[in-house]
């Protein structure tokens, strides 16, 4: 029996530095199902008991591979996906509970800025509905819905006659500008941003981060930054965790991780970013991980990325290591043997970059 939401808090300006989201023990599982015998075959485990938290303000990048759960905990955090086991919890209400009608007024403060800006907006429809549509949804009055479109228009950088074209009349770059504006719509206090720069040029890249970054300042919303690409976050991110597999195998404060990434993975993923000093591109290591990521419905034994790490040992197949901080380092790390890249661990496919 789904029990009936609280009524949700005031709406005014959140403080800064309050915690916002709190995840605990976030799992999805989706079925495999045989067309034949119609029955469950097995499952595959996309996001297993997944720890987050988040303040007003702040944004957290999760990062990994292409498959590796991201944009499905996202999702299920947003309650777009239900999720199998967990705690999600919004301002101290818990959202897993709520039926899809009792979830409602809570995504008011819950939005999501989808990857591709080609294919999230509709294109039978003009700027100002789409816009607007967020507005109409929750029942804002239609007198005012004119005046709320300009002024998001004019808040992402975009000109009030603008409301009168269609998507296909605008570049990438401005549709992305559209989409955040129908997120900020209501007011959110948390943006799930899915990959919001993979489908843009580069130096429009650099706008879509600032304009971000400009409207967290102004609007002390919050991000949470799916993104394969580690640069990108880097420059956005105050906390950053890394998944593999449906864990997190490394999280902590961004600088951190990637000045003394203490995961084997991490590490890899790091070794892969392009090194914008010329004097500094020889002294890094490009470390190249053996074989395919491992199947979801039939993860290793222990530690799930055993199979392709330099420093597995028996231990690492027989025990599941918890993220934790390990042997001195100040952030948490699931790996057994962490160690920094230049304590003389290397990885015997590495190769200069």
Not at 220 to 244: F, G, N, P, T
Request: net charge positive; proline share 8%; charged share 25%.
């Amino acid at each position: 029996m789904k029990s009936k939401p609280d009524a949700p808090a005031e709406r005014g300006r959140p403080e800064a530095g309050q915690e916002l989201l709190r995840v605990e023990g976030l799992s999805v599982d989706f079925p495999i199902r045989s067309r034949v015998m119609r029955r469950t075959l097995g499952h595959i485990h996309a996001v297993n008991h997944v720890d987050l938290s988040l303040d007003t303000g702040e944004t957290l990048g999760l990062v990994g591979e292409t498959g590796c759960g991201k944009s499905t905990t996202g999702k299920a955090i947003l309650q777009l996906i239900r999720p199998t086991a967990g705690s999600v919890r919004l301002n101290g209400q818990e959202l897993t509970t709520l039926s899809k009608r009792a979830m409602l007024p809570y995504r008011r403060d819950m939005q999501i800025v989808l990857q591709d800006p080609y294919s999230s907006l509709d294109p039978r429809l003009t700027v100002r509905a789409i816009i607007a549509e967020p507005l109409q949804v929750h029942g804002v009055p239609a007198a005012t819905h004119r005046a709320r479109v300009d002024e998001l228009l004019d808040l992402v950088g975009l000109q009030p006659e603008h409301a009168k074209r269609f998507p296909h009349e605008f570049s990438g770059g401005q549709r992305q500008r559209i989409a955040i504006a129908r997120a900020l719509a209501l007011e959110p206090r948390l943006l799930v941003l899915d990959e919001p720069l993979s489908a843009l040029d580069v130096s429009i890249q650099a706008q879509i981060v600032n304009l971000l970054k400009r409207l967290q300042r102004e609007l002390h919303v919050s991000y949470i930054l799916i993104s394969h690409d580690l640069a990108v976050v880097r420059q956005v991110s105050d906390r950053i965790a890394v998944m593999y597999l449906g864990k997190i195998v490394e999280t902590g404060k961004c600088e951190d991780v990637y000045t003394r990434p203490t995961h084997p993975y991490t590490q890899a993923l790091l070794s892969a970013v392009p090194q914008p000093d010329p004097a500094l591109r020889g002294r890094s290591r490009r470390i190249i991980l053996q074989g395919d990521l491992p199947r979801p419905d039939a993860p290793p034994s222990g530690c799930t990325f055993h199979t392709r790490c330099w420093r597995a040992e028996q231990r690492c197949r027989d025990e599941v290591p918890e993220l934790i901080p390990r042997d001195g380092f100040d952030h948490p790390s699931a790996c057994h043997f962490a160690a920094l890249p230049t304590d003389g661990v290397a990885s015997p496919a590495a190769s200069p970059s």
